[in-house]
């Protein structure tokens, strides 16, 4: 712990000062979990499965609940992470003292290749960690991988249904507004696809904490042309139907 940027000073030190296991006990919970984005695509699967509310886990924006529904004959955990590396972070960090310990994150993600269609399926296997939450969780490195098994999940379910996917790194950023077209080009000749606010993180995490983790992604706005485009990504018909790949998806782990 002797760098010049603290954001290096890596300690593997197991207990922190703060520990959510020794405020969040385990409950009678899901051992499967999705991690959705999709806020309305929640609200409507809460009310068309009768989704019980098994816990709140919260934060100054107020309780988020976590919901727990009965699916393939299986019972599922849902929450929505929140945005950002640190809150999405820390939310999987608490959700797992109650007892989920296999993952699947469905999410939206900017684009760095044009070709990539707006709700087209992507499928993280690394995360450049350009942000900081995963620098706490694991010594100083470019990236980081999701579980082998998570990913296999997810390919399987996609061949399954016959959906088209791309499979390459993301870029995991906290500068939503720093973005610029050098560092876009570096990402890019390292193998980026895509770029989000969290992979990172859930991948930092789940590796420290011995979980389960993986992501599906969907093609958004593209930041590949000369001037950005928004493609009403967040309008996309594609959001609810990859909650589903991924509840099925994270069901066979």
Known sequence: MN????????????????????????????EHAVLCFFQEVI??????????????????????????????????????????????????DELRCLGPRKFIAAG???VLKPDIAVGHVVVPTAAI????????YLPPGREVEPSPEAVAAIEATL????????????????????????????RLAEGCLTVEMEAAAFFAVAQFRGLTFGQLLYGGDDLS???WDGRRWMQHSSREKLFWLAAEAVLRL
């Open 3 to 30: 760098n010049s940027y603290p954001i290096l000073d890596f300690d593997g030190e197991p207990e922190a000062i703060i520990e959510p296991h020794r405020v969040l006990k385990p409950i009678d919970i899901a």
């Open 43 to 92: 609200e409507k699967v809460v009310a068309e499965y009768q989704a019980r509310v098994v816990y709140k886990l919260g934060s100054e924006i107020g309780p988020n609940p976590v919901y727990e529904i009965d699916y393939q004959g299986k019972r599922l955990a849902i929450l929505h992470p929140g945005v950002g590396a640190p809150l999405a972070g820390g939310f999987l």
């Open 108 to 110: 939206g993600a900017g």
């Open 129 to 136: 960690r350009d942000e900081g939450l995963s620098y706490h």
């Open 159 to 186: 061949q399954h249904h016959h959906v088209p996917y791309v499979k390459g790194k993301t870029w995991t950023t906290d500068g939503l507004f720093r973005e610029t077209r050098s560092r876009m080009a570096k």
């Open 225 to 227: 042309g000369d001037e």
